[in-house]
């Protein structure tokens, strides 16, 4: 069997930050310039034999997170009206380079992701994720990692044992006591990064937490009175690995566009 290295590229990860850095005023073409540069160099790094960007869409729903947590995501600062519009543009520019874009539909582009990520490594082939959305980190496994473009770094399980004291099959129940502020995640009230990382380190995870009759005093209120809680934010924090694809593997096959069809 051919071996095969899926990368799947975080698309407006990588967009509202290169976006963001611009200088002067922004300007829609310059950015899908820059974003082309970078996936020159994630493709000459990489080698892919398939790769994909897979975006967000845009609609007001905030999904089933925000059922569980009404205030999920709220007030996050909304993508700018100019590069809003000028999506097609820059998709138009990845597809020049041979890159197909996926637009998640009704669910968000994380679970997308996610889905596709673990059904190819699952398989036993490579994937890589290139972004630096430290939430894809629970995935990580011998077959599938994470790099962060910006930081040239691998967002793998040393860098995660070094930035959150868990193991990368832990972050979710860390997140579920500790929340995610950035998200609008409560997690625990009174239940800190350090407090986290405690209780994880005397119990493999939540549930385990949460049934357990010998917690130290200073932890037994706090977790009883919000046990709900914590396990609706571990949920939020968890990414689903289910939904339905509809494509498959030979799509998104990698055929890197000649010079002469760059410039037809």
Request: aromatic share 6%.
């Amino acid at each position: 069997m051919s071996s095969i290295h899926l990368v799947v590229i975080d698309a407006l990860n990588l967009i509202r930050r290169v976006h963001a850095a611009q200088p002067g005023e922004p300007d829609v073409r310059n950015t899908a310039n820059v974003c082309c540069q970078a996936l020159g160099k994630i493709i000459q790094m990489s080698q892919p034999t398939h790769i994909v960007a897979v975006f967000d869409h845009h609609g007001d729903d905030r999904g089933w997170r925000a059922q569980l947590l009404p205030n999920y995501k709220e007030g996050r600062k909304p993508m700018p009206e100019e590069l809003m519009h000028g999506m097609e543009l820059i998709q138009d520019a990845f597809m020049a380079m041979g890159i197909d874009s996926l637009l998640s539909d009704g669910d968000e582009a994380d679970d997308l992701v996610a889905t596709l990520a673990l059904k190819v490594a699952s398989g036993g082939h490579q994937v890589t994720i290139v972004s630096t959305d430290k939430g894809y980190c629970q995935l990580l496994q011998p077959t599938l990692r994470i790099r962060d473009y910006f930081q040239q770094r691998w967002l793998d399980s040393p860098f995660i044992e070094k930035e959150f004291g868990v193991k990368p099959e832990q972050l979710t129940d860390y997140w579920g006591l500790a929340g995610i502020s950035s998200s609008k995640i409560p997690g625990v009230p009174g239940i800190g990064p350090k407090a986290a990382v405690e209780l994880l380190t005397q119990y493999p995870n939540l549930e385990a937490i949460l049934a357990a009759d010998n917690l130290p005093t200073k932890w037994q209120k706090k977790i009883a009175a919000h046990g709900e809680q914590a396990l609706a934010c571990k949920q939020v924090a968890s990414l689903k690995t289910d939904l339905q694809l509809g494509f498959n593997l030979q799509d998104i096959r990698f055929q890197p566009a000649t010079t002469a069809d760059a410039e037809t």
